[in-house]
């Protein structure tokens, strides 16, 4: 897996020289750093969603837990926040995507992972790994791991933010377009590209690269009143 990229990028003989021994068993430090991965995975959900952070009761039980896990969380969740907070200064809809799986098959063979957390804005890119610290030391930088989840992420989101970014230059030409042929061209242009997008959406929401969260009735009301509002004012 990516987690082992380092070693197979720096010396690719191994992987065919590993595959003669049994897995080894899972260490207490690899088992600690599962439970802290859900607990960051909770919290930062309860978070986006407007809740307070707290830590199941579930994962309470569990014998690795200890309190000072959720320190290590709180740093991880606060950056990510800090980012998402920077990110929205770029573009009023950034995405942010939880336990994400990446697919980077092609440039490595059966190659995917699951990105802790993926931030996307206008030209921008943040993949995240959260690492509770524990073990084997892991430097961040030029990480094979990330590197490897980068790609995959890029693969999956660009296409989507390529099309938002034509739809989104074809609408300002077909407003100041004067010839009326032209007009058409570029008014039919942005129509297919349209639809284009939303085939692009709903396969990777299909996926689950995507995730969109269910409009509230309140919510719809409010566009609607908005739009209305809009369309009032011309």
Known sequence: GASKAAQWLGCPPSVLWEQQFPEPPSSEAAEEGTLAHAIAEEHLRRILAGKKVATSKKLKE????????????????????EELTAA?????DPLLVIED????SAYVPDGFGTADC???????????????????????????QLRLYGVGALLAYDM??????????ISSEVVEASHMGLRTV?????????????????AMHAQ??????????????CAKQKFQQMRNTL
Do not use: C
């Open 118 to 144: 993926v931030l996307i804005a206008d030209g921008h890119l943040q993949v995240f790994d959260f690492k509770y610290g524990k073990g084997v030391p892991v430097e961040a930088y030029n990480n094979p």
């Open 62 to 81: 569990d014998p690795l837990y200890r309190p000072v896990m959720e320190e290590h969380v709180a740093i991880y969740t606060d950056y990510i926040m």
């Open 160 to 169: 989507l933010y390529q099309e938002k970014a034509l739809m989104s230059n």
């Open 208 to 221: 689950g690269w995507y995730q969109t969260k269910p409009a509230q009735p309140q919510d719809v009301q």
């Open 186 to 202: 570029l008014n039919d242009a942005f129509m297919q590209i349209g639809q284009d997008q939303l085939k692009i959406f709903e």
């Open 88 to 92: 929205k200064m770029l573009t009023s």
């Open 101 to 104: 799986r990446v697919d980077f």
